[in-house]
């Protein structure tokens, strides 16, 4: 049976669907970091993770929140470099439909999602919240897991609450304060070590 890895990553990127790939970091509201993310959850040497299954929500301007889902299993013509990403962020975004959940292209799901909904349908798993101050992760015991993390502005306190209702262990990879992006390779090398 297949042991799936779910990311979760909080973006305050805009939800326009007019991307300007070159200023991924500026006018499209560090698009960037989730790009790095995308790259970071899923691509190995060779190949796509086919376990993983990363979420995020926009939190832009004009339409959030904007929930984006990718699944490795189903991913096609997706490429690793940030600016491939966005190109399927922005088809993503550009087939965003309020009233349902759209397949805007192979593998990546788009639709109208609030945080704690998105808690709500993945509370059959664990919800680990990545966080400098959390749990060592050498002392944590991983299973089933549901792995949330901020971006350059971190999660709100309000969603941290939402996640103590929802039973989240604060798991940290060290006192450093690293980008979320290294924190998914970190996470993804550590249960490969680990054979999770
Ligand atoms: C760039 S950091 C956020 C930086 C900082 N907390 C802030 O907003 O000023 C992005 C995210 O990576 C995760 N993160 C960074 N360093 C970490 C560490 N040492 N252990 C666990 N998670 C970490 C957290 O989820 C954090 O929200």
Redesign the pocket.
């Known amino acids: 049976m297949t042991t799936y890895r779910h990311f979760y990553v909080k973006s305050h990127a805009k939800t326009s669907p007019d991307i300007n790939l070159k200023d991924l970091p500026g006018s499209a509201g560090r698009l960037d970091i989730v790009a790095r993310c995308i790259n970071s959850a899923f691509w190995l040497s060779y190949g796509i993770r086919k376990n993983v299954i990363f979420h995020t929500i926009l939190h832009g301007e004009p339409r959030a929140p904007v929930y984006i889902r990718m699944e490795g299993k189903k991913l096609r013509k997706v490429t690793p470099d940030e600016r491939n990403i966005a190109i399927f962020i922005g088809k993503a975004l550009k087939k965003f439909d309020t009233n349902a959940e759209i397949e805007s292209t192979p593998g990546i799901f788009v639709s109208r999602k609030t945080f704690e909904e998105l808690l709500e349908e993945n509370k059959d798993k664990n919800f680990y919240l990545?966080?400098?101050e959390?749990d060592d992760i050498f002392n944590v015991k991983i299973e089933n897991p549901f792995f949330i993390?901020?971006?350059?502005?971190?999660?709100a306190e309000e969603e941290k609450r939402l996640l103590d209702k929802y039973d989240a262990k604060k798991i940290?990879?060290?006192?450093?304060?690293?980008?979320?992006s290294h924190?998914i390779a970190i996470i993804n090398w550590w249960m490969d070590r680990h054979g999770l």
């Open positions: 990545l966080d400098e959390g993390l901020g971006d350059n502005a971190d999660i940290s990879i060290g006192k450093k304060s690293y980008l979320s924190c």
